[in-house]
């Protein structure tokens, strides 16, 4: 096979939360006064919080203290928390389960590579706690994509060389980090427009054929 290990960016990939971000979100900016829509989640996807939140704060009239800004992502994170436990093994589509156990069984690798704090907390949610080989996201990283430590260091804990393991990410950040990890990737949703992907993706169980 053309490939040793698969690593998986969580949100937009194997699942998707991005309901409850714009919904946390919201709630902060509202609070602040701040203007914001889908057009400006958009722009959060696959950056870490802080830079999510600096990202908001570029329609605020003042400048806030770090301290501050540490107190309001700490709130939006627990609003969020809150609405993730909504999530249930129903919001993993039978497409995805699938397909992830096609690639187990042809005895690939699987782990996630994501920036978030939360993906332990989601994939338990999902019932897929402990299914993957490895998962590296926001707990064990300084670096947010496009940076591509968390790419690395997923390839790491499943021990296989970087050009070994294939990313999968449905964000133009996440693809840049792959490339720049020696990885090739495979885009899919939005992703698939910035033409930066080794393979583009029409639907997830395209995987089971670009993996033969």
């Not at 990737?185 to 169980?205: E, R």
């Amino acid at each position: 096979m053309k490939y040793k290990a698969i690593i998986f960016d969580l949100d937009g990939v194997i699942c998707h939360t991005d309901k409850y971000h714009y919904m946390a979100w919201k709630q902060i900016a509202d609070e602040l006064g701040i203007y914001f829509d889908e057009t400006i989640n958009n722009r959060l996807r696959g950056v870490s919080r802080m830079e999510s939140f600096e990202i908001i704060l570029e329609r605020y009239d003042g400048t806030m203290k770090e301290e501050d800004k540490a107190a309001y992502t700490t709130k939006k994170n627990e609003v969020y928390k809150e609405l993730l436990k909504n999530m249930s093994p129903a919001d993993l589509t039978d497409e995805v389960k699938e397909t992830l156990l096609a690639l187990r069984e042809k005895g690939l690798k699987l782990a996630i590579g994501s920036s978030s704090k939360n993906a332990g907390f989601i994939l338990n949610q999902l019932g897929l706690g402990g299914f993957f080989d490895a998962v590296s996201d926001g707990n064990n990283i300084t670096h947010s994509k496009p940076d591509p430590e968390v790419f690395v260091k997923a390839a790491q804990f499943v021990e296989e060389a970087p050009r070994d393991c294939l990313v999968v990410e449905d964000a133009k950040a996440g693809l840049e980090a792959a490339i720049a990890g020696g990885m090739e990737c495979a885009a899919i949703g939005d992703a698939v427009s910035c033409g930066l992907a080794t393979w583009n993706l029409t639907t997830f169980s395209d995987l089971k054929n670009i993996t033969n």
